[in-house]
């Protein structure tokens, strides 16, 4: 078993939760029910697979959480780039988030490679 707050990927997708939650706000609420419910569910689930993972008892089981986990991170990529494409969000968070959202990725990615 894993203390899951001791990884440093499970604190940078805590923030990144955090970050999503703030940009959500500034989206118009007709969005409310689409990309704001998509981006802020993917943006919990990243973290969230992280910590139920690294409660398993074995590696097997965690890297299966941790492909979960990365999943989701590319869903929320994906999901900013619409964003930012349809002009909901500016450049500038835009690529701050997606660049943050990369990093968890190449994080979460190396974790998984260790637990071969």
């Known amino acids: 078993m894993h203390n899951f707050k001791d990884l440093k990927v499970w604190q940078k997708s805590i923030d990144l ?4 939650y703030k940009a959500t ?3 118009p609420t007709d969005e409310k029910f689409g990309l704001i419910s998509q981006m802020k569910r993917c943006s919990v689930s990243i ?4 910590a139920e993972g690294s409660g398993r008892g074995r590696s097997a089981q965690f890297k299966h959480f941790l492909t979960i986990s990365q999943g989701s991170a590319f869903e ?3 999901q900013l780039i619409i964003s930012n494409r349809l002009e909901l969000l ?3 968070l835009s690529a701050d988030l997606i660049g ?3 990093e968890i990725q190449k994080m979460v ?3 998984e490679r260790k637990l071969i």
């Open 100 to 102: 943050k959202t990369t």
């Open 90 to 92: 500016n450049d500038e």
């Open 25 to 27: 706000s500034l989206l």
């Open 47 to 50: 973290p969230s697979n992280i």
């Open 76 to 78: 929320l990529e994906t």
């Open 17 to 20: 939760a955090v970050d999503v």
């Open 109 to 111: 990615y190396s974790l």
